[in-house]
């Protein structure tokens, strides 16, 4: 008696890998890529840039070597309850009904800052609904031809028993939606049976019936389809939307957003202005639907918005009201002046030793090792500064183990650009509890250390001849202005004993370097009262200036 083969229209989950690419440890620069494949084996790599291309790399030799998407496989996405491109509904929502269709394709959806890449074997809808979705292969169209199966009702050639049946004994009627019980010689395993088959020759394979003849034009009906649905910040514009002006109005912003995110340089002007459409349509949208969370996304494209113009004034020089002159300043970005305030706090902060020489030595040797505790320096750049003795300060900062030599001081102060010293400050050095008080990365240091030299030795100041403590005066005031060039916040004014702080002078001696930069042309109109400095930078320094937001 044969044994009954009873197929199965169960569909299997379609197949889904990712390869990453994570740091390998807090404070290194080497990465690690793994894939979550069984038999793929961590690498390790020197840099982002290398482990990024070896990512791509072992993802190609996958995607060459593995084989091609199955049309029988059910969409792992859907499986995954399409979360990485439907917003989950909030309480008061309702679910974003979704359907999955079109072929079966092998996809690979992509981290915006290329972190991890995954691979799917989904369905075409849910991977074009991706946004960084790249589809590599498509699956064939299944077959459709019918299987060589006697029709039901009939009786059996002759020849072996079916399904436990004796020969010559009529086979009982069939459901006409049952799947045949065995593949044919030359067809799928699961074709279809269907009960208005008429019997075949032995040996003979029957082909699928042609299809019905077209309509006439006279006879024909119009098809009805719906128009396709807009889609802006993970949300999709219903078609039957009111206002159409609306309704086009989303559908073109989210169309614009996406056009944005493939620019290669970015344009601040242009983002606020689609922040501020954006809000304007999602508020009118709110009104209509009463969602809160339209609401919320509108008062935060507002937010949006103001940022991106006001950095967008930053980067061009102009004050707040967009009508203050262009300014071509050093340090060009928000987190550069963030960064370089950050540095003249731990400065003030973490000073070794009283007076203004030392605070400017200090100053000046902890932007040159900012990142790793130590740099090279040659005697120039010491005698450069306007140091009583610099020679004695030096010394000093070496005693006190602040500053570290592989020499005498007096070879430091012999040195030249040709063999420069190799200087060490131990309390900047990163250790793995602690990766040092700075952020910032090793392009933006030398960066950081010529804005501060240009500051110190700027031409006026050295023509005057003034002190380190004038010098510090004037680093202080650079970074504590408005973007106008009004001293302060809001140009309402420096608080006087944080000055006398950080330039490490007496209280009554600042009166006289505010004349001093006065006399210089680096401050004009400056008032002291209510323990607040006013006034404002002249222009020609405002490219040093680090404006506050």
């Not at 019918?146 to 050639?157: E, I, L, N, T, W």
């Not at 074709?191 to 208005?196: D, E, R, T, V």
């Not at 500051?455 to 006026?460: C, D, I, L, N």
Request: aromatic share 4%; proline share 10%; hydrophobic share 40%.
């Amino acid at each position: 008696m044969g044994v009954e083969a009873q197929a199965t229209n169960e569909r299997v989950t379609g197949r889904t890998w990712t390869v990453r690419l994570d740091p390998a440890g807090r404070g290194r620069a080497d990465v690690r890529v793994s894939c979550s494949r069984p038999a793929c084996a961590a690498q390790t790599l020197p840099s982002a840039a290398a482990g990024r291309t070896a990512a791509v790399e072992h993802l190609k030799a996958h995607l060459r070597t593995g084989p091609a998407p199955r049309s029988e496989a059910y969409c792992a996405c859907r499986a995954a309850e399409c979360h990485t491109h439907i917003r989950p509904a909030g309480p008061r929502e309702r679910p974003a009904p979704w359907r999955c269709g079109g072929a079966v394709v092998l996809a690979v959806v992509a981290d915006r800052e290329g972190r991890w890449w995954q691979v799917m074997e989904c369905c075409s809808r849910c991977a074009a609904a991706h946004p960084t979705a790249k589809v590599v292969a498509t699956a064939p169209p299944p077959d459709r031809t019918v299987s060589d199966r006697p029709a039901p009702g009939r009786s059996a050639p002759e020849g072996p028993a079916l399904d436990g049946a004796a020969p010559g004994r009529p086979v009982p009627a069939a459901d006409p939606f049952r799947v045949a019980a065995g593949p044919a010689p030359n067809g799928p395993a699961f074709a279809p049976h269907f009960s208005h088959s008429t019997p075949a020759p032995a040996g003979a394979s029957r082909e699928v019936p042609a299809p019905r003849p077209a309509r006439t034009a006279r006879s024909a009906r119009p098809v009805r389809r719906r128009p396709a649905c807009g889609r802006i910040a993970q949300r999709f514009v219903p078609h039957d939307l009111r206002p159409i002006s609306l309704r086009d109005e989303l559908t073109e912003l989210g169309e614009l957003f996406r056009a944005y995110q493939q620019r290669d340089e970015p344009d601040l002007a242009l983002l606020a202005e689609l922040h501020e459409r954006k809000a304007e349509a999602f508020a009118a949208w709110a009104e209509i639907t009463f969602d809160p969370g339209l609401r919320l996304d509108a008062q935060r494209a507002e937010q949006a918005a103001a940022a991106a113009r006001l950095q967008h004034l930053h980067r061009s020089g102009q004050a707040p009201d967009g009508e203050g002159p262009t300014v071509a300043r050093l340090l060009t970005a928000q987190a550069q002046w963030d960064h370089a305030r950050a540095v003249l706090a731990h400065v003030a902060d973490h000073a070794p030793l009283p007076g203004p020489d030392a605070r400017l030595l200090v100053l000046m040797l902890t932007l040159r090792t900012a990142q790793s505790g130590v740099g090279n320096l040659v005697g120039q750049d010491v005698k450069g500064l306007p140091l009583s003795d610099p020679e004695h300060v030096v010394g000093q900062l070496v005693e006190c183990g602040w500053l570290e030599l592989p020499g005498s001081v007096d070879e430091l102060m012999a040195s030249r650009p040709e063999s420069p010293t190799r200087i060490s400050v131990p309390s900047l050095t990163p250790r793995e509890d602690d990766p040092g008080p700075f952020t910032f990365g090793r392009k933006l240091r030398p960066r950081l250390s010529g804005w501060a030299q240009r500051v110190v030795g700027e031409k006026k100041l050295r023509k005057a001849k003034t002190g380190a403590d004038a010098r510090l005066l004037a680093l202080a005031l650079a970074t504590q202005v408005y973007v106008d060039g009004y001293l302060g916040p809001e140009g309402d004014g420096i608080d006087l004993e944080s000055l006398v702080s950080w330039c490490a002078i007496a209280p009554d001696a600042l009166p006289d370097l505010v004349d001093r930069l006065t006399t210089t042309g680096w401050l004009e109109e400056p008032e002291m009262s209510d323990g607040l400095l006013t006034g404002i930078l002249a222009e020609r320094v405002l490219p040093f200036t680090c404006p506050l937001t």
